[in-house]
């Protein structure tokens, strides 16, 4: 079964996570994916197939003989969707790009228009899988879990492409930051890893962002406005003013590569309390210590305006950039370029402008660079994987975990 039949499989299951629902997996529907593969990993043979309580799906695939001393090297992918679109009833479609603007749906007219997704030149005259745009598909990170199950059928069926151990782990809740939050690294029993959650064919990503969130509470008085002269303390009003303190050109809208920002991701409140929501991501340690502290001093600058007690902020990290703790491990980013060479693929070097799993468990024990899908413009309606990277991505699953 090639990797396309597996994902087309795997995008019927609606895993999409939630945010603030106090559980793990954050929706109880992950873990009919869970359960798939489960039974599918066992199927195929490998060992210890299971999924825990909290929707983690594990397995091994055993080394071949003579070969089981070799450290075991594992395999990481994640269930859930972004609950920035709907992933239910994803209704894909193979096409074939001929260029220009791409129809997903004549009924109700919707277009990926080339002009705002010029990405798509570089796939003229490949197949393309990519849904009717009333959905995102989940090649984030669905086409990840096929490639590399798809990986493991091919060592299963061809007992002489020699390999270590393999540890497969799938993860729920990846895309609202806790994928990483009950992965047993210790049970999962690799000593290094790779996620499969990257974009574009040839991506290497060793780097990503320090990320923190911030929960701005603004508290007001409410007096009635025919007598609120010097007295009336407006909330909705002061979260304005806050917002317009921080950088106007440091959104995620104004920047790239490894520049920084602050991102509003919601504000809702009235006269009496306000309460806006931030992200805060930096690559550079240095910078994201200075973000925090820009926050934390906005709030101070509205409470000598306001009052003591107006504005509160309270800031909570999320994971940090690879990079520090995988400078000791830069093997395994050359063990991947030699893959990637091996399947005739160009790596592209890439700092992440988010994070993985894979950020957390190498701050937990588990070196963890990621690799490419093959995939673009996740979260959406108008993302898209070319059958062709699917494949290469298995190819070169298959030289990273193969000796010679």
Sequence with gaps: MKALDRFLRYVAFDTQSAED?????????QKALGRELVR????????GARMDDFGYVYARLPASPGLEKLPCLGLIAHMDTSPSASGKDVKPQV??????????????????????????????????????????????????????????????AHPEQKHGPIAVGFTPDEEIGQGADHFDVAGFGAAAAYTVDGGELGELNYENFNAAGAKVTVRGLSVHTGSAKDAMKNAAAIAVEYAALLPEAETPEHTEGREGFYHLCDLAGDVTEARLSYIIRDHDKERFAARKEMMTAAARLLNRRHGEGTVEVAITDSYFNMLEPLRDHMELVERAREAMAKAGVTPMELPIRGGTDGARLTYEGLPCPNLSTGGFSFHGVFEAIPVAAMDKMVEVLLHLVTVA
């Design 21 to 29: 629902t106090g559980t793990t997996p954050s929706t109880e529907k």
């Design 40 to 47: 599918e990993l066992a199927e195929l043979g490998l060992e």
């Design 95 to 156: 096409v074939r790009y001929q260029g220009g603007d791409l129809l997903l749906n004549r009924e109700k007219g919707i277009v990926m228009e080339r002009s705002r997704f010029p990405v798509l030149d570089r796939y003229v005259g490949q197949e393309l899988v990519v849904t009717d745009g009333t959905t995102l598909l989940g090649a984030d990170d669905k086409a990840g879990i096929a490639e590399i199950i798809t990986a493991m059928a091919e060592l299963v």
